[in-house]
């Protein structure tokens, strides 16, 4: 488990980064609703940037996560 947490993490990240791309599926998530947003008023840039933040927060917090996990699980690694 001690040497699987970074494979993890980085999976779940890019699981998180890869739901942009549910859009296509005709799922609706932060990016179709930022795009029909921003349609109504032109404001592409912002909803864009908004999605970015959000994502980059989200991202922050798991990988912080993962970090503490990774720092509580370190007793258990083998001295070899």
């Known amino acids: 488990m001690v040497t699987a947490v970074p494979n993890i993490c980085t999976a ?4 998180i980064k890869a ?3 549910a859009f296509l ?3 609706k998530e932060i ?3 930022a795009k ?3 349609a109504y008023g032109y404001n592409y840039i912002e909803a864009y940037l908004d999605i970015w933040i959000i994502y980059f927060l989200v991202c922050i917090i798991v990988e912080r996560m993962f970090k503490m996990l990774e720092t ?3 007793i258990y690694k ?3």
């Not at 779940?12 to 699981?15: G, P, V, Y």
């Open 12 to 15: 779940t990240i890019n699981l």
């Open 19 to 21: 739901t942009s791309l």
């Open 25 to 27: 599926m005709t799922v």
């Open 31 to 33: 990016t179709a609703v």
């Open 36 to 38: 029909i947003e921003a």
């Open 72 to 74: 509580r699980l370190k």
């Open 78 to 80: 083998s001295a070899a």
